[in-house]
């Protein structure tokens, strides 16, 4: 198993549009194609205006063939588009996690 661990930072302000926005029609779309879904977190202390997503695949291959899935999908390139067209993403970072052998998360 792996994790694909992706924080993303915001403009200051545009947080809550895209949350909303990620949650009626992004969030839907990935469930459909990805992983599973282990959550997504907004800082609350430290550097603002972040979310850390989480996806758990059984494997690099498992991640790379569901993620081709997604982006072939109408509905998902209508939905990235408008959140590029907003300009509100400063940055992202993504790490591939695995866990430990005594890791909960396996």
């Known amino acids: 198993m792996i994790v694909d661990h992706r924080t993303y930072t915001f403009r ?3 947080l809550k549009q ?13 469930k459909k194609h990805l992983g599973e879904f282990l959550g997504l977190f907004t800082t609350e202390v430290g550097n603002l205006h972040q979310v850390v ?10 991640r790379e063939r569901r993620r081709a899935e997604l ?12 959140i590029w067209s ?6 992202q970072e993504i790490k591939f996690l695995k866990p430990a ?3 909960p998360i396996k």
């Open 53 to 62: 997503f989480m996806w758990a695949y059984e494997s690099m291959g498992d």
């Open 18 to 30: 895209w949350l909303k926005k990620y949650e009626t029609e992004g969030l839907p779309l990935q």
């Open 101 to 103: 052998s005594f890791s």
């Open 12 to 14: 200051p302000g545009a």
């Open 86 to 91: 907003l300009e509100i993403l400063q940055a």
């Open 71 to 82: 982006e072939a999908d109408p509905a998902w390139q209508k939905f990235i588009g408008e």
